[in-house]
């Protein structure tokens, strides 16, 4: 094992992150990183990626892709059951540590259900594959948690959090080539149904990773004592309950809006809208689910003058249901707490970052193949190969370059410089694809001016050859190609090294003391506002076309520009103070 911290014999000085960075890849803590990564990205990949391009194909339009979207509501929301991980438990059946057992379970019963998603028609059972593709959506946020945990509890040092984000993100892309490139050009040529169930096959194979990942050392497995902080003891029982029972309606009313509304757009048919759904209750969704349980919190932490304290999790309540509440308040306020405890206000900064930074990001993933493949709204309309090729090839490629220039730019410069610009280049490629849906003149026009169109024509002449025979190939394939490889692959260097910034970023905001619950709250943020908008933006590409949406994104991703901006401000002058103090 590498140590935390390393130094140099002469004087004690240490060696640069640079250096201290290079020695930790040699832990099997950054090869089990590899591995976990790319069992998330799988079921991820499957359900929100390769499943619209099979709804595509099927002629399923963008508005119940974007209803469909919504029984994917797991991963915004699993910050509501993360408590329940908060504390690491092993499970009887494997007995791999708390961290690993739930590793191995969730990842065989994902491969389950992609296998069962294979046999299920979707064209034809538009509901069934809504109630599938929601359980692999709580089970893989589920493994998110997991994962997202055993990563910040097993990290030594800062440099091992920034590495270990920067390889989940290469293990992340990686798996998307898999459950992108590889199962496209499959689809091609031997069908939907062997595609997922090669997914499923891949999905079981990462086990490996979970049986290689060592278990954190948790102060309870080195030591045997059950303390940990908590605010519970400054809390008055009676408030404690209420907070507990109020919040816990606030979630519950939530889940049944989002119900409500899948249920009978997939389902019932109801009519209801997306537009409606987004305008009416989506901002109540929003204030239910974050923002009463953050005030809730804090006015616990003000209004008690509270702080932690260290408290045994062994004890033996003296009323029945007080264990029900302490187990409770610890799961769900303590995180909560914590968070404000240590940043005050700028802890509305940082939930504002997290709900608006990948914006964009939520937002395209389940549109991707319906702009690539689709034949109308100012779609692109390509072929599998195509898409597969462009986007799940060049564009893997291309963000696993996004994402190592993002570690090293952290490594070199800091943070915030790289969380600042990722979250201009990720605003500002929304307008490549704009142009895209109407003709691509200005992506053609650099495209001369470069000379790059010479090679990627040729290639993509190239690729055209070994297509199905059944695929008309247009007359102009090759600057077609040409255009959407050279977009797929700048948007995508942005979005690797944006996505290695907000994770570094997240992290580095998380208490490990409260790992599970804390970063699934700011990771599930990331993806609220976005999941909650794709029905609305769904209907609006086939009332306006794609063009007007991306334009919007691009001014919507301005917001995240301008407060991780004051985001940078902020941390400069706090370290500024420290170092005075």
Known sequence: MTEAVTTEADGGRQPSRVIRALKALKDRRMAAMLLLSFAASLPYGAVLGVLTAWLTEENVGPAVIGALSLATIGYAFKYLWAPAFQRARDIPLFRLGGRRSWLVLLQILIAVLLAVLAFSNPAQNIGVVAVIAFAITILSPTHDIVLDAWRIEVARSEEDKDLMSALYQFGYKFGGLISGFVALMMAARIGWVAVYIMLAAFMLLSVVGSLLAPEPETEESVTGRRERPSFQPAIPGNLARGAIAFVSLCWLAAFLMIGN???????????????????????VIVALTVLVPALVAAYLLFSQKAEAR???????????GDALTNTLFRAIFDPLMDLIYRLRWGVILVLALALTYRFTDAVWGSFAYAFYMGQNFGALGHSPDDVAIASKFFGVIATILGSLVGVIAITVVGRMPVFFVGGILAAVTNLL????????AHVDAFLAVTHLDVPLVAFANWAAEIQPKDIVIPPDQGQRMARLMVTIFAENIAGGLALVA???????????????????????????IGTLGKPWLGELMETRGFYHVFIMTFWLGGIAVVLSAIEWVRQAHLAKTTERV
């Open 261 to 283: 509304f899948v249920v009978g757009s997939l389902i019932l048919d109801t009519g209801v809208k997306g537009h409606t759904f987004v305008s009416h209750q989506g901002p």
């Open 433 to 440: 694809y704009a142009d895209l849906a109407v003709g691509g």
């Open 310 to 320: 260290m408290v045994d999790l062994a004890e033996v309540p003296h009323k029945p």
């Open 502 to 528: 907000v994770t570094a970023y997240l992290t580095s905001v998380v208490n490990p003391r409260f790992a599970a619950v804390q970063y699934a709250l700011l990771a599930s943020l990331t993806m609220l």
